[in-house]
């Protein structure tokens, strides 16, 4: 079928390109873009590990097409370290607590955790573990990922992050 | 993983969309939110030659009161449900319900048309729609008309939807200040689609419940409405006898597909349980 031209900012710079209609936003982001950060982990829009930060809501980028991200503003995991290069609260989180094994993940975790901190600057427990319910990990047991997270969330706050107690 | 080629268009209003739709015939598809659509299509599926992107018509979108009514635009999504202050306080069960539906990514994007018009038997909101007499605006090529959710379904993927329809919209009555509610799903994990699930509205006069209504969800090839099972509870207390009685009678409408969230007796039986818990809560939220 014909391409369509399609234009977006992502990780704040603008983008155009050709792309047919069947193109799905992942593999534009991973092929054309060159954006390998966001991952396919899946067949079945169940992992997350493609997550994306698209007009400020958490989108599994395999699960729409890059037609229909025209005009968007897409942030992906390597937009999210700060301007000068040090690690935004999120990557210091997944360090600092170990929320990683093999990483494959990691960008969808820590791309969909950013747009949860914006919905809620300080979740419990609960509300983490229910906002990542689109993301699955099958190395971690998410106990890191979540104090990865609480973590972020305190230092967001310019609170001290305290872990709970085993 | 890689979907067939389509032409893709994209329509700014409903007439748009319904006349490509109609001249472009059986082999297009509407796509709302997509994720019930695109998952078909990267498996094979589904693969219409062209898809009519209903995202950029903005009569599709908002959500607003109606008289008696409230009136959700069907490109309204799972999250603007979640968010939206005039739900949460005129029907809170579709909030309820809404944050069961798979997971915050996919509510970002999945849309109430989508989740009512696909004639999927797994997704949730027909049969909350059923239990609260929604009325589904739709737009063909004959013009406007309007079908009862509970006339709505006829069979797995099967509806009241002809070739080139499009639903623009659900129209829901408000039920009564002081209304009871509640979506009780099981699932084998959080996201998942129902093994059984049971939304039930009542509202309770002087300890005895003056109107019931109840809605199945995925224990038959359509979303259920059990109405003999809410007949038999009107008038009652919620007395221990009078329930197994409505969910005996609600089972008995049930017939759930053997899979691998269970068995058929299993499922049927577990549609009883989650009807006993929904009455329970919905009682407990009822004032009267």
């Given at each position: 079928m014909a391409k369509s031209q399609v234009s977006m900012e992502v990780n704040g710079r603008a983008v155009e390109a050709l792309v047919e209609p069947r193109t799905l936003l992942i593999h534009f982001l991973r092929e054309q873009l060159r954006l390998t950060g966001p991952h396919i982990g899946c067949e079945t829009s169940h992992c997350g590990a493609c997550t994306v930060d698209l007009n400020g809501k958490s989108v599994k980028?395999?699960?729409?097409?890059a037609v229909q991200a025209n005009g968007a503003n897409i942030r992906t995991i390597e937009g999210m370290a700060n301007p000068d290069g040090t690690l935004d609260a999120l990557q210091e989180g997944f360090r600092e607590m170990h929320g990683l094994q093999c990483g494959f993940c990691t960008p969808g975790m820590i791309t969909r955790a950013y747009r949860l901190l914006q919905e809620n600057n300080n979740p419990s427990e609960e509300e983490i573990r229910f906002g990542i319910a689109g993301n699955l990990c099958r190395c971690t047991g998410y106990q890191n990922i979540v104090r990865a997270i609480q973590y972020a969330a305190a230092k967001l706050n310019g609170v001290p992050f305290q872990e709970a107690a085993e | 993983m890689i979907p067939g080629s389509f032409e893709y268009h994209r329509p700014s209003s409903v007439q748009e969309a319904v006349g490509l739709l109609a001249k472009l015939g059986d082999d297009s598809r509407a796509i709302a939110g997509g994720h019930s659509l695109i998952p078909m299509m990267k498996l094979r599926l589904a693969t219409p030659a062209h898809l009519v992107d209903l995202g950029g018509i903005a009569d599709l979108k908002g959500i607003r009161t109606d008289g008696d009514d409230i009136v959700i635009g069907a490109m309204t999504t799972q999250h603007e449900l979640v968010s939206s202050d005039l739900l949460t306080s005129k029907i809170p069960i579709l909030r309820e319900t809404s944050l069961q539906v798979a997971d915050p990514q996919v509510r970002y994007v999945g849309t109430l048309g989508g989740n009512v018009a696909n004639g999927d038997p797994g997704n949730d909101m027909p049969a909350v729609m059923m239990c609260l007499g929604a009325i589904y605006h739709v737009m063909g090529k004959s013009g406007e008309r309007r079908v009862a959710a509970r006339d709505f379904y006829q069979g797995a993927y099967f509806t009241a939807l002809e070739g080139g329809d499009v639903l623009t919209a659900v129209r829901i009555p408000v039920p009564p200040a002081g209304h009871g509610y509640a979506y009780e799903k099981l699932k084998r994990?959080?996201?998942?689609?129902?093994?059984a699930a049971a939304a039930v509205l009542l509202t309770m006069s002087g300890g005895k419940v003056a109107s019931c209504s109840i809605g199945l969800t995925n224990v038959a090839e359509t979303p259920l409405w059990a109405e003999e099972a809410a007949n038999i509870l009107e008038?009652?207390?919620?007395d221990a006898a009078t329930v197994k009685r409505a969910v005996a009678a609600a089972e008995a409408i049930t017939a759930p597909a053997s899979d691998a969230r269970g068995p058929a007796a299993y499922r049927t039986k577990m549609a009883g349980v989650m009807l006993t818990r929904a009455l329970a809560r919905a009682r407990s939220k009822a004032h009267g």
């Open positions: 980028s395999c699960t729409m097409f | 994990k959080i996201g998942d689609y129902a093994t008038g009652s207390t919620l």
